[in-house]
Protein backbone atom coordinates (compact mmCIF):
# COMPACT_ATOMS: atom_id res chain seq x y z
CA UNK A 1 0.00 0.00 0.00
CA UNK A 2 1.20 3.61 -0.64
CA UNK A 3 2.68 5.14 2.57
CA UNK A 4 0.03 7.52 3.30
CA UNK A 5 -2.19 4.40 4.32
CA UNK A 6 0.03 3.31 6.71
CA UNK A 7 -0.47 6.11 9.06
CA UNK A 8 -4.71 5.70 8.28
CA UNK A 9 -4.48 2.56 11.34
CA UNK A 10 -3.78 3.49 15.20
CA UNK A 11 0.26 3.32 14.48
CA UNK A 12 2.29 0.07 14.25
CA UNK A 13 5.91 -0.64 15.28
CA UNK A 14 8.02 -2.84 13.15
CA UNK A 15 10.88 -5.07 14.01
CA UNK A 16 13.21 -7.04 11.16
CA UNK A 17 12.54 -10.63 11.10
CA UNK A 18 15.05 -13.49 9.80
CA UNK A 19 16.77 -11.86 6.80
CA UNK A 20 15.20 -8.97 6.30
CA UNK A 21 17.84 -6.29 8.08
CA UNK A 22 17.42 -3.90 4.88
CA UNK A 23 13.49 -3.62 5.11
CA UNK A 24 11.70 -0.63 5.51
CA UNK A 25 14.11 1.37 7.73
CA UNK A 26 12.06 4.72 7.47
CA UNK A 27 8.62 2.86 8.53
CA UNK A 28 10.59 2.06 11.44
CA UNK A 29 11.63 5.68 11.77
CA UNK A 30 8.51 7.13 11.04
CA UNK A 31 6.25 4.97 13.39
CA UNK A 32 8.52 5.58 16.27
CA UNK A 33 8.55 9.21 16.04
CA UNK A 34 4.72 8.87 16.29
CA UNK A 35 4.77 7.22 19.45
CA UNK A 36 7.42 8.96 21.61
CA UNK A 37 4.34 8.71 24.74
CA UNK A 38 4.58 5.03 24.65
CA UNK A 39 6.86 1.93 26.17
CA UNK A 40 10.49 1.39 24.53
CA UNK A 41 10.81 -0.43 21.10
CA UNK A 42 12.10 -3.60 21.40
CA UNK A 43 14.55 -3.63 18.34
CA UNK A 44 14.80 -6.96 17.93
CA UNK A 45 18.19 -7.71 19.45
CA UNK A 46 16.60 -7.21 23.09
CA UNK A 47 17.30 -3.39 22.73
CA UNK A 48 15.07 -0.24 23.52
CA UNK A 49 15.28 3.07 21.37
CA UNK A 50 14.78 5.14 24.96
CA UNK A 51 10.95 5.97 24.29
CA UNK A 52 9.36 5.97 27.92
CA UNK A 53 5.75 4.75 28.28
CA UNK A 54 3.72 1.95 29.97
CA UNK A 55 1.34 0.01 27.57
CA UNK A 56 2.41 -2.58 25.46
CA UNK A 57 2.34 -2.81 21.59
CA UNK A 58 -0.64 -4.09 19.80
CA UNK A 59 -1.81 -4.47 16.26
CA UNK A 60 -5.16 -6.24 15.16
CA UNK A 61 -4.97 -8.46 12.04
CA UNK A 62 -6.44 -5.97 9.70
CA UNK A 63 -3.55 -3.61 10.82
CA UNK A 64 -1.21 -5.90 9.68
CA UNK A 65 -2.84 -7.14 6.41
CA UNK A 66 -2.85 -3.65 5.45
CA UNK A 67 0.94 -2.40 6.64
CA UNK A 68 2.44 -5.33 5.24
CA UNK A 69 0.36 -5.06 1.86
CA UNK A 70 0.32 -6.80 -1.03
CA UNK A 71 2.98 -8.73 -2.52
CA UNK A 72 4.03 -12.44 -3.42
CA UNK A 73 2.05 -14.01 -0.79
CA UNK A 74 -0.70 -12.47 -2.28
CA UNK A 75 0.06 -13.47 -5.85
CA UNK A 76 0.94 -17.26 -4.91
CA UNK A 77 -2.96 -17.64 -2.98
CA UNK A 78 -3.97 -15.59 -6.16
CA UNK A 79 -2.66 -18.74 -8.80
CA UNK A 80 -3.59 -21.50 -5.78
CA UNK A 81 -7.67 -19.96 -5.32
CA UNK A 82 -7.37 -19.77 -8.99
CA UNK A 83 -6.05 -23.11 -9.80
CA UNK A 84 -9.55 -24.05 -7.54
CA UNK A 85 -11.95 -22.16 -9.38
CA UNK A 86 -11.01 -22.82 -12.83
CA UNK A 87 -11.15 -26.82 -11.78
CA UNK A 88 -14.91 -26.02 -10.27
CA UNK A 89 -15.85 -24.04 -13.37
CA UNK A 90 -14.93 -27.02 -15.67
CA UNK A 91 -16.56 -29.72 -13.83
CA UNK A 92 -19.82 -26.84 -14.09
CA UNK A 93 -19.61 -25.74 -17.66
CA UNK A 94 -19.25 -29.79 -18.79
CA UNK A 95 -22.94 -29.77 -18.00
CA UNK A 96 -23.76 -28.27 -21.33
CA UNK A 97 -21.74 -29.99 -23.19
CA UNK A 98 -22.92 -33.49 -21.19
CA UNK A 99 -26.37 -32.90 -21.79
CA UNK A 100 -26.40 -32.61 -25.18
CA UNK A 101 -24.40 -35.60 -26.19
CA UNK A 102 -26.34 -38.15 -23.47
CA UNK A 103 -29.84 -37.59 -25.06
CA UNK A 104 -28.36 -39.23 -27.46
CA UNK A 105 -26.56 -41.65 -26.62
CA UNK A 106 -28.76 -42.75 -23.82
CA UNK A 107 -32.07 -41.70 -25.91
CA UNK A 108 -33.34 -39.30 -23.41
CA UNK A 109 -36.36 -37.42 -23.05
CA UNK A 110 -36.28 -33.51 -22.80
CA UNK A 111 -36.86 -33.95 -18.87
CA UNK A 112 -34.00 -36.36 -18.31
CA UNK A 113 -31.53 -34.21 -19.86
CA UNK A 114 -32.37 -30.96 -17.85
CA UNK A 115 -32.12 -33.73 -14.94
CA UNK A 116 -28.23 -34.42 -15.67
CA UNK A 117 -27.89 -30.71 -14.76
CA UNK A 118 -30.26 -30.28 -11.97
CA UNK A 119 -28.98 -33.23 -9.81
CA UNK A 120 -25.71 -31.33 -9.96
CA UNK A 121 -27.39 -27.92 -8.23
CA UNK A 122 -29.57 -30.36 -5.91
CA UNK A 123 -25.96 -31.22 -4.37
CA UNK A 124 -25.01 -28.07 -4.09
CA UNK A 125 -27.95 -26.93 -2.20
CA UNK A 126 -27.79 -29.55 -0.22
CA UNK A 127 -24.64 -29.35 0.86
CA UNK A 128 -23.25 -25.17 0.21
CA UNK A 129 -24.14 -24.20 4.09
CA UNK A 130 -23.02 -27.58 5.44
CA UNK A 131 -19.51 -26.30 3.99
CA UNK A 132 -19.87 -23.10 5.00
CA UNK A 133 -20.39 -24.52 8.48
CA UNK A 134 -17.18 -26.49 8.44
CA UNK A 135 -14.70 -23.92 7.89
CA UNK A 136 -16.34 -21.63 10.38
CA UNK A 137 -15.93 -24.02 12.73
CA UNK A 138 -13.01 -25.98 11.50
CA UNK A 139 -11.06 -23.66 8.97
CA UNK A 140 -11.23 -22.86 5.58
CA UNK A 141 -8.32 -25.04 4.51
CA UNK A 142 -9.98 -27.55 5.97
CA UNK A 143 -13.06 -27.34 4.25
CA UNK A 144 -11.42 -26.55 1.05
CA UNK A 145 -9.32 -29.67 0.68
CA UNK A 146 -12.35 -32.05 2.17
CA UNK A 147 -14.96 -30.73 -0.57
CA UNK A 148 -11.76 -30.80 -3.53
CA UNK A 149 -11.01 -34.33 -2.63
CA UNK A 150 -14.88 -35.09 -2.95
CA UNK A 151 -15.29 -33.72 -6.39
CA UNK A 152 -12.36 -35.63 -7.33
CA UNK A 153 -12.77 -39.04 -6.05
CA UNK A 154 -16.84 -38.86 -7.08
CA UNK A 155 -15.91 -36.85 -10.66
CA UNK A 156 -13.50 -40.01 -11.61
CA UNK A 157 -16.22 -42.17 -10.78
CA UNK A 158 -18.47 -40.37 -13.18
CA UNK A 159 -16.88 -41.24 -16.25
CA UNK A 160 -17.63 -45.58 -15.62
CA UNK A 161 -21.28 -45.15 -15.29
CA UNK A 162 -23.35 -47.89 -17.19
CA UNK A 163 -26.52 -45.97 -16.79
CA UNK A 164 -28.92 -43.34 -16.56
CA UNK A 165 -29.50 -43.39 -13.00
CA UNK A 166 -25.84 -44.10 -11.68
CA UNK A 167 -24.68 -40.88 -13.28
CA UNK A 168 -27.22 -38.60 -11.74
CA UNK A 169 -25.99 -40.25 -8.36
CA UNK A 170 -22.24 -39.80 -8.86
CA UNK A 171 -23.21 -36.45 -10.76
CA UNK A 172 -24.88 -35.22 -7.44
CA UNK A 173 -22.52 -36.14 -5.12
CA UNK A 174 -19.90 -34.12 -7.56
CA UNK A 175 -22.58 -31.04 -6.71
CA UNK A 176 -21.93 -31.80 -3.37
CA UNK A 177 -18.47 -31.62 -3.36
CA UNK A 178 -18.90 -28.34 -5.89
CA UNK A 179 -20.83 -26.28 -2.97
CA UNK A 180 -17.58 -25.79 -0.54
CA UNK A 181 -15.52 -24.13 -3.47
CA UNK A 182 -16.95 -20.92 -2.63
CA UNK A 183 -14.89 -20.99 0.33
CA UNK A 184 -11.72 -20.51 -1.54
CA UNK A 185 -13.28 -16.83 -2.11
CA UNK A 186 -13.69 -16.35 1.85
CA UNK A 187 -9.92 -17.55 2.21
CA UNK A 188 -8.56 -15.51 -0.17
CA UNK A 189 -10.69 -12.42 1.02
CA UNK A 190 -9.24 -12.80 4.01
CA UNK A 191 -5.68 -12.30 3.34
CA UNK A 192 -6.19 -8.70 0.90
CA UNK A 193 -5.52 -5.33 1.88
CA UNK A 194 -8.60 -3.08 1.58
CA UNK A 195 -7.35 -1.05 -1.45
CA UNK A 196 -6.83 -4.26 -3.29
CA UNK A 197 -9.51 -6.31 -2.37
CA UNK A 198 -12.49 -5.96 -4.66
CA UNK A 199 -10.48 -5.85 -7.73
CA UNK A 200 -8.54 -9.14 -7.34
CA UNK A 201 -11.77 -10.31 -6.01
CA UNK A 202 -12.69 -10.21 -9.20
CA UNK A 203 -10.13 -10.48 -11.29
CA UNK A 204 -8.95 -14.02 -9.67
CA UNK A 205 -12.52 -14.90 -10.94
CA UNK A 206 -10.55 -14.94 -14.75
CA UNK A 207 -9.83 -18.39 -13.41
CA UNK A 208 -13.18 -19.59 -13.47
CA UNK A 209 -13.45 -18.01 -17.18
CA UNK A 210 -10.24 -19.76 -18.24
CA UNK A 211 -11.63 -22.87 -16.65
CA UNK A 212 -15.20 -22.74 -18.81
CA UNK A 213 -12.72 -21.61 -21.88
CA UNK A 214 -10.41 -24.29 -21.42
CA UNK A 215 -13.58 -26.99 -20.94
CA UNK A 216 -14.81 -25.97 -24.45
CA UNK A 217 -12.17 -26.31 -26.22
CA UNK A 218 -11.02 -30.33 -24.31
CA UNK A 219 -14.61 -31.02 -25.79
CA UNK A 220 -13.65 -29.61 -29.09
CA UNK A 221 -10.91 -32.39 -29.06
CA UNK A 222 -12.25 -34.78 -26.94
CA UNK A 223 -15.50 -35.35 -27.99
CA UNK A 224 -15.30 -36.23 -31.48
CA UNK A 225 -12.73 -39.27 -30.84
CA UNK A 226 -12.95 -40.17 -27.43
CA UNK A 227 -16.23 -39.63 -26.29
CA UNK A 228 -17.64 -38.28 -22.88
CA UNK A 229 -16.14 -40.46 -20.86
CA UNK A 230 -12.67 -39.22 -21.16
CA UNK A 231 -13.74 -35.91 -21.31
CA UNK A 232 -15.39 -36.54 -18.01
CA UNK A 233 -11.92 -37.45 -16.77
CA UNK A 234 -9.85 -34.90 -17.87
CA UNK A 235 -12.15 -32.61 -16.55
CA UNK A 236 -11.47 -33.87 -13.55
CA UNK A 237 -7.91 -33.41 -13.67
CA UNK A 238 -7.39 -29.65 -12.43
CA UNK A 239 -8.65 -30.73 -9.07
CA UNK A 240 -6.02 -33.40 -8.11
CA UNK A 241 -3.78 -30.16 -8.79
CA UNK A 242 -5.17 -28.54 -6.47
CA UNK A 243 -5.17 -31.15 -4.26
CA UNK A 244 -1.34 -31.75 -4.15
CA UNK A 245 -0.56 -27.84 -4.15
CA UNK A 246 -3.07 -27.78 -0.48
CA UNK A 247 0.42 -28.11 1.21
CA UNK A 248 1.48 -24.81 0.60
CA UNK A 249 -2.07 -23.57 1.45
CA UNK A 250 -2.26 -21.14 4.89
CA UNK A 251 -5.20 -21.35 7.12
CA UNK A 252 -6.67 -17.81 7.21
CA UNK A 253 -5.53 -15.87 9.81
CA UNK A 254 -8.77 -13.92 10.94
CA UNK A 255 -10.06 -17.67 11.44
CA UNK A 256 -6.91 -18.23 14.29
CA UNK A 257 -8.29 -14.64 15.61
CA UNK A 258 -11.87 -16.02 16.01
CA UNK A 259 -10.81 -18.72 17.31
CA UNK A 260 -8.78 -17.44 19.98
CA UNK A 261 -5.38 -18.83 18.84
CA UNK A 262 -3.07 -15.69 18.53
CA UNK A 263 -0.02 -17.68 18.17
CA UNK A 264 -1.03 -19.84 14.72
CA UNK A 265 -2.27 -16.15 13.71
CA UNK A 266 0.70 -14.64 14.41
CA UNK A 267 2.93 -17.32 12.23
CA UNK A 268 0.47 -16.73 9.56
CA UNK A 269 1.13 -12.84 9.73
CA UNK A 270 5.02 -13.58 9.88
CA UNK A 271 4.79 -16.19 7.06
CA UNK A 272 2.78 -13.27 4.95
CA UNK A 273 5.75 -10.58 6.03
CA UNK A 274 8.88 -13.01 4.65
CA UNK A 275 7.10 -13.27 1.21
CA UNK A 276 6.06 -9.81 0.99
CA UNK A 277 9.63 -8.96 2.24
CA UNK A 278 8.11 -7.04 4.51
CA UNK A 279 8.82 -6.30 8.22
CA UNK A 280 7.11 -8.36 10.86
CA UNK A 281 3.99 -6.16 13.26
CA UNK A 282 6.30 -5.25 16.94
CA UNK A 283 4.19 -6.03 19.53
CA UNK A 284 1.36 -8.99 20.44
CA UNK A 285 -1.79 -9.43 18.14
CA UNK A 286 -5.06 -8.26 19.61
CA UNK A 287 -7.88 -10.65 19.94
CA UNK A 288 -11.31 -9.42 19.85
CA UNK A 289 -13.98 -10.58 18.36
CA UNK A 290 -13.38 -14.15 20.11
CA UNK A 291 -16.40 -16.28 19.11
CA UNK A 292 -16.74 -20.01 20.90
CA UNK A 293 -20.19 -20.40 19.00
CA UNK A 294 -19.27 -19.70 15.75
CA UNK A 295 -21.18 -20.58 12.02
CA UNK A 296 -24.60 -19.98 13.40
CA UNK A 297 -27.61 -19.45 11.27
CA UNK A 298 -28.76 -17.17 14.03
CA UNK A 299 -26.17 -14.80 13.44
CA UNK A 300 -27.61 -14.26 9.88
CA UNK A 301 -30.61 -12.55 11.38
CA UNK A 302 -29.26 -11.60 14.40
CA UNK A 303 -30.41 -8.00 14.16
CA UNK A 304 -32.73 -5.47 11.70
CA UNK A 305 -29.92 -4.39 9.13
CA UNK A 306 -28.17 -8.22 9.22
CA UNK A 307 -31.32 -9.24 8.05
CA UNK A 308 -32.13 -7.33 5.54
CA UNK A 309 -28.63 -7.88 4.06
CA UNK A 310 -28.98 -11.34 4.09
CA UNK A 311 -32.88 -11.67 2.92
CA UNK A 312 -32.02 -9.56 -0.44
CA UNK A 313 -28.29 -11.35 -0.86
CA UNK A 314 -30.50 -14.99 -0.69
CA UNK A 315 -32.82 -12.90 -3.79
CA UNK A 316 -29.61 -11.68 -5.86
CA UNK A 317 -27.60 -14.62 -5.37
CA UNK A 318 -30.88 -16.46 -7.00
CA UNK A 319 -31.25 -14.63 -9.47
CA UNK A 320 -27.37 -14.44 -10.45
CA UNK A 321 -27.15 -18.17 -10.61
CA UNK A 322 -30.56 -18.64 -12.25
CA UNK A 323 -29.84 -16.52 -15.09
CA UNK A 324 -26.16 -17.23 -15.31
CA UNK A 325 -26.78 -20.82 -16.23
CA UNK A 326 -30.13 -20.19 -17.96
CA UNK A 327 -27.97 -18.37 -20.56
CA UNK A 328 -25.28 -20.75 -20.58
CA UNK A 329 -27.75 -23.71 -20.95
CA UNK A 330 -29.81 -21.37 -23.27
CA UNK A 331 -26.64 -20.96 -25.99
CA UNK A 332 -26.12 -24.80 -26.10
CA UNK A 333 -30.13 -25.38 -26.61
CA UNK A 334 -30.23 -22.46 -29.63
CA UNK A 335 -26.74 -23.59 -31.53
CA UNK A 336 -27.84 -27.54 -31.41
CA UNK A 337 -31.21 -26.56 -32.98
CA UNK A 338 -30.18 -24.66 -35.68
CA UNK A 339 -32.30 -22.14 -35.60
CA UNK A 340 -31.21 -18.29 -35.77
CA UNK A 341 -34.44 -16.93 -34.18
CA UNK A 342 -34.95 -17.50 -30.95
CA UNK A 343 -38.58 -16.82 -30.92
CA UNK A 344 -39.99 -19.42 -33.43
CA UNK A 345 -38.56 -22.11 -31.45
CA UNK A 346 -41.75 -22.61 -30.17
CA UNK A 347 -43.35 -22.95 -33.19
CA UNK A 348 -40.67 -25.13 -34.79
CA UNK A 349 -40.22 -27.26 -31.27
CA UNK A 350 -36.63 -27.09 -30.59
CA UNK A 351 -35.88 -30.36 -30.93
CA UNK A 352 -38.29 -32.81 -31.71
CA UNK A 353 -38.55 -36.23 -29.64
CA UNK A 354 -37.88 -38.72 -32.66
CA UNK A 355 -34.54 -36.94 -34.16
CA UNK A 356 -31.11 -36.33 -31.90
CA UNK A 357 -28.85 -33.71 -32.79
CA UNK A 358 -25.37 -33.22 -30.83
CA UNK A 359 -22.74 -30.11 -30.99
CA UNK A 360 -20.42 -29.97 -34.14
CA UNK A 361 -17.15 -28.44 -34.84
CA UNK A 362 -19.09 -25.32 -35.44
CA UNK A 363 -21.32 -25.70 -32.40
CA UNK A 364 -18.27 -25.55 -30.28
CA UNK A 365 -16.76 -22.55 -31.96
CA UNK A 366 -19.59 -20.93 -31.29
CA UNK A 367 -20.05 -21.58 -28.17
CA UNK A 368 -16.32 -20.86 -27.53
CA UNK A 369 -16.97 -17.35 -28.20
CA UNK A 370 -19.84 -17.03 -25.80
CA UNK A 371 -18.06 -18.21 -23.15
CA UNK A 372 -15.09 -15.40 -23.85
CA UNK A 373 -17.67 -12.86 -23.24
CA UNK A 374 -16.49 -13.64 -19.78
CA UNK A 375 -13.35 -11.95 -19.70
CA UNK A 376 -14.97 -8.50 -20.87
CA UNK A 377 -17.29 -8.97 -17.81
CA UNK A 378 -14.93 -9.14 -15.53
CA UNK A 379 -12.77 -6.61 -17.03
CA UNK A 380 -16.16 -4.32 -16.62
CA UNK A 381 -16.30 -5.72 -13.43
CA UNK A 382 -12.78 -4.85 -12.36
CA UNK A 383 -13.61 -1.08 -13.65
CA UNK A 384 -16.76 -0.23 -11.63
CA UNK A 385 -16.39 -1.90 -8.59
CA UNK A 386 -14.48 0.93 -6.58
CA UNK A 387 -15.23 3.04 -9.32
CA UNK A 388 -18.94 3.53 -8.28
CA UNK A 389 -19.20 0.64 -5.76
CA UNK A 390 -20.28 -2.52 -5.56
CA UNK A 391 -24.27 -2.09 -5.01
CA UNK A 392 -24.42 0.11 -7.97
CA UNK A 393 -21.98 -1.88 -10.39
CA UNK A 394 -24.27 -4.98 -9.47
CA UNK A 395 -27.41 -3.26 -10.43
CA UNK A 396 -26.16 -1.41 -13.54
CA UNK A 397 -24.97 -5.14 -14.64
CA UNK A 398 -27.95 -6.71 -13.92
CA UNK A 399 -30.39 -3.92 -15.94
CA UNK A 400 -27.69 -4.56 -18.70
CA UNK A 401 -28.46 -8.31 -18.81
CA UNK A 402 -31.84 -8.23 -18.86
CA UNK A 403 -31.86 -5.73 -22.57
CA UNK A 404 -29.63 -8.11 -24.18
CA UNK A 405 -31.31 -11.32 -23.08
CA UNK A 406 -34.92 -9.51 -24.87
CA UNK A 407 -32.84 -8.56 -27.45
CA UNK A 408 -32.38 -12.08 -28.39
CA UNK A 409 -35.65 -12.86 -29.35
CA UNK A 410 -35.02 -10.43 -31.91
CA UNK A 411 -35.24 -12.74 -35.44
CA UNK A 412 -31.51 -11.48 -37.18
CA UNK A 413 -28.42 -13.64 -38.05
CA UNK A 414 -26.53 -16.69 -36.10
CA UNK A 415 -23.73 -13.63 -36.00
CA UNK A 416 -25.87 -11.25 -34.25
CA UNK A 417 -27.57 -13.73 -32.47
CA UNK A 418 -23.99 -15.14 -30.95
CA UNK A 419 -23.42 -11.14 -30.23
CA UNK A 420 -26.92 -10.78 -28.45
CA UNK A 421 -25.42 -13.70 -26.18
CA UNK A 422 -21.90 -13.09 -25.74
CA UNK A 423 -22.80 -9.71 -24.13
CA UNK A 424 -25.62 -11.11 -22.01
CA UNK A 425 -23.26 -13.73 -20.56
CA UNK A 426 -20.51 -10.83 -20.16
CA UNK A 427 -23.20 -8.81 -17.97
CA UNK A 428 -24.53 -11.41 -15.74
CA UNK A 429 -21.37 -13.04 -15.37
CA UNK A 430 -19.46 -9.60 -14.20
CA UNK A 431 -23.00 -9.58 -11.63
CA UNK A 432 -22.09 -12.80 -10.22
CA UNK A 433 -18.60 -11.35 -10.04
CA UNK A 434 -19.16 -8.37 -7.89
CA UNK A 435 -21.60 -10.30 -6.30
CA UNK A 436 -18.45 -12.69 -4.79
CA UNK A 437 -16.78 -9.29 -3.70
CA UNK A 438 -20.13 -7.96 -1.80
CA UNK A 439 -20.72 -11.04 0.24
CA UNK A 440 -17.29 -11.84 2.26
CA UNK A 441 -16.79 -8.11 2.59
CA UNK A 442 -19.84 -7.52 4.35
CA UNK A 443 -20.19 -10.39 6.96
CA UNK A 444 -18.07 -10.97 9.90
CA UNK A 445 -15.45 -13.61 10.19
CA UNK A 446 -17.06 -15.63 12.41
CA UNK A 447 -20.11 -15.87 9.78
CA UNK A 448 -18.11 -15.15 6.97
CA UNK A 449 -17.87 -18.78 5.78
CA UNK A 450 -21.52 -19.55 6.48
CA UNK A 451 -23.08 -16.34 5.08
CA UNK A 452 -20.94 -16.72 2.10
CA UNK A 453 -22.52 -20.71 2.31
CA UNK A 454 -26.15 -19.62 2.71
CA UNK A 455 -26.06 -17.67 -0.16
CA UNK A 456 -24.28 -19.96 -2.36
CA UNK A 457 -26.51 -22.79 -1.39
CA UNK A 458 -29.62 -20.63 -2.49
CA UNK A 459 -28.29 -19.58 -5.39
CA UNK A 460 -28.32 -22.96 -6.22
CA UNK A 461 -32.29 -23.34 -6.24
CA UNK A 462 -31.92 -20.82 -8.93
CA UNK A 463 -29.46 -23.32 -11.11
CA UNK A 464 -31.76 -26.18 -9.83
CA UNK A 465 -34.93 -24.34 -11.56
CA UNK A 466 -32.93 -22.67 -14.52
CA UNK A 467 -32.75 -25.91 -16.67
CA UNK A 468 -36.48 -26.52 -16.65
CA UNK A 469 -36.73 -23.05 -18.10
CA UNK A 470 -34.16 -22.75 -20.47
CA UNK A 471 -34.34 -26.37 -22.20
CA UNK A 472 -38.09 -27.49 -21.59
CA UNK A 473 -40.32 -24.09 -21.39
CA UNK A 474 -37.77 -23.04 -24.46
CA UNK A 475 -39.29 -25.91 -26.64
CA UNK A 476 -42.78 -23.99 -25.54
CA UNK A 477 -42.61 -20.86 -25.78
CA UNK A 478 -39.24 -18.26 -26.34
CA UNK A 479 -40.69 -15.14 -25.35
CA UNK A 480 -41.57 -16.66 -21.83
CA UNK A 481 -38.49 -18.23 -21.22
CA UNK A 482 -36.65 -15.13 -21.85
CA UNK A 483 -38.59 -12.49 -20.00
CA UNK A 484 -38.79 -14.61 -17.23
CA UNK A 485 -35.04 -14.04 -16.86
CA UNK A 486 -35.00 -10.15 -17.81
CA UNK A 487 -37.73 -9.82 -15.26
CA UNK A 488 -36.07 -11.92 -12.88
CA UNK A 489 -32.29 -9.42 -13.03
CA UNK A 490 -34.61 -6.51 -13.14
CA UNK A 491 -36.19 -7.32 -9.36
CA UNK A 492 -32.56 -8.25 -8.08
CA UNK A 493 -31.26 -5.11 -9.83
CA UNK A 494 -33.38 -3.05 -7.83
CA UNK A 495 -32.70 -5.67 -4.85
CA UNK A 496 -28.79 -4.58 -5.31
CA UNK A 497 -29.42 -0.63 -4.75
CA UNK A 498 -31.78 -1.72 -1.56
CA UNK A 499 -28.70 -3.06 0.23
CA UNK A 500 -28.21 -1.55 3.39
CA UNK A 501 -24.36 -1.14 3.50
CA UNK A 502 -22.06 -0.10 0.87
CA UNK A 503 -18.70 -2.50 1.57
CA UNK A 504 -15.92 -0.24 -0.86
CA UNK A 505 -13.00 0.49 1.35
CA UNK A 506 -14.66 -1.10 4.19
CA UNK A 507 -12.88 -2.91 6.52
CA UNK A 508 -13.36 -6.68 7.60
CA UNK A 509 -14.65 -7.49 10.77
CA UNK A 510 -14.59 -10.29 13.39
CA UNK A 511 -18.21 -10.77 14.91
CA UNK A 512 -21.88 -10.00 14.78
CA UNK A 513 -23.55 -7.06 16.67
CA UNK A 514 -26.48 -7.83 18.60
CA UNK A 515 -28.29 -4.27 19.04
CA UNK A 516 -30.26 -3.09 16.36
CA UNK A 517 -28.76 -0.24 14.53
CA UNK A 518 -24.94 -0.82 15.17
CA UNK A 519 -24.64 -2.53 11.74
CA UNK A 520 -23.67 -6.34 11.03
CA UNK A 521 -20.37 -6.29 13.02
CA UNK A 522 -19.34 -5.19 16.68
CA UNK A 523 -16.19 -2.62 15.69
CA UNK A 524 -13.83 -1.33 17.77
CA UNK A 525 -15.09 2.14 18.31
CA UNK A 526 -11.24 2.93 18.63
CA UNK A 527 -10.90 0.85 15.30
CA UNK A 528 -10.72 3.89 12.47
CA UNK A 529 -12.58 3.52 9.47
CA UNK A 530 -10.62 4.37 6.05
CA UNK A 531 -11.34 4.22 2.57
CA UNK A 532 -9.99 2.89 -0.66
Not at 113 to 136: N, P, Q, R, Y
Not at 183 to 195: D, K, M, N, S
Amino acid sequence: MASSNINSFPVVKFRQGGSKEDASAEAEVNMASSRRTHRPTHMGNGATDGVLGESEDHFTVDEAVENIGFGLFQLKLSGLTGLCWMADAMEMMILSILSPELRCVWNLSRVEEAMITTVVFIGMLLSSTLWGKICDKYGRKVGLIACSIWIFYYGVLSCFCPIFIWLLILRGLVGFGIGGAPQAVTLYAEFLPAEFRGRCLVFIETFWAVGACLEVVIALIVMPTLGWRYLLAFSAAPVLLFIICCAWLPESARYYVACGQPKKAEAVINKIAIDNNKPMPLGTLKIDGVSEKRGRYMDLVKNKEVAITTGLLLFIWFANAFSYYGIVLLTTELFASGEECAASVSDVDLRCEAECTTLDTDDYVDLLWTTLAEFPGILLTILLIDLIGRKKTMSLLFFCFAIFTLLVLICTTRTILTIFLFCARAFIVGSFQATYVYTPEVYPTSVRAIGLGACSGISRLGAIISPFVSQVLLGYSAHITLSIYAGTTILAGFACLLLPIETKGREMVNAVASKTGQGVELEDPTSPKHTT
